[in-house]
């Protein structure tokens, strides 16, 4: 792992003490629905990219989701 796996954890925690611990203060369920598995999956995704797994890229299907509906 590199110095991106820091920065990653470095960036969640930022983002933990301003987004949610603001919204567990205040009992905001609704947003913590959301919020947390967000947050879960991008730090999963960034922690495994950090360690050297690569993702399939997600822009071949998009444009062809758009030709087929904009008929191009």
């Given at each position: 792992?590199?110095?991106?796996?820091?920065?990653?954890?470095?960036?969640?925690?930022?983002?933990?003490?301003?987004?949610?611990?603001?919204?567990?203060?205040?009992?905001?369920?609704?947003?913590l629905w959301i919020f947390i598995p967000v947050f879960i999956a991008t730090l999963t995704m960034n922690i495994m990219?950090?360690?050297?797994?690569?993702?399939?890229?997600?822009?071949?299907?998009?444009?062809?989701?758009?030709?087929?509906?904009?008929?191009?």
């Open positions: 792992m590199d110095e991106s796996f820091i920065i990653y954890i470095g960036f969640y925690v930022l983002l933990i003490f301003t987004d949610l611990i603001p919204d567990i203060r205040k009992k905001d369920k609704k947003s990219s950090a360690a050297g797994f690569s993702f399939p890229s997600i822009n071949q299907p998009i444009i062809q989701i758009l030709k087929n509906t904009l008929h191009m």
